[in-house]
């Protein structure tokens, strides 16, 4: 079986390639986006564009920023970049 990442079959580098890295920069910023919506709705929230200043408004904002933190993650282990 052919591996078709592997240098001799494409000619370059599975992780010198563009969409390799665009793919770990764009879950990185994930990760960090629900990291800070995790840890500080209120100032997230305001970012977003809908500014919430009270514990209970920001629920929304802590599920979010839990999701994307999960889905940052696991893409992040998933391709090897973290």
Not at 7 to 32: C, E, F, K, Q
Not at 62 to 81: E, H, K, M, P, T
């Amino acid at each position: 079986m052919v591996d078709e990442t592997s240098a001799d079959v494409t000619g370059t580098r599975y992780w010198r390639t563009a969409a390799v890295w665009l793919a770990a920069v764009a879950s990185a910023a994930i990760l960090l986006l629900g990291l800070r919506a995790f840890l500080d709705p209120v100032s997230a929230s305001a970012a977003f564009g809908l500014p919430m200043h009270t514990g209970s408004e920001t629920t929304f904002v802590r599920i979010y920023g839990a999701r994307n933190a999960f889905l940052g993650s696991s893409r992040c282990g998933c391709s090897g970049c973290g």
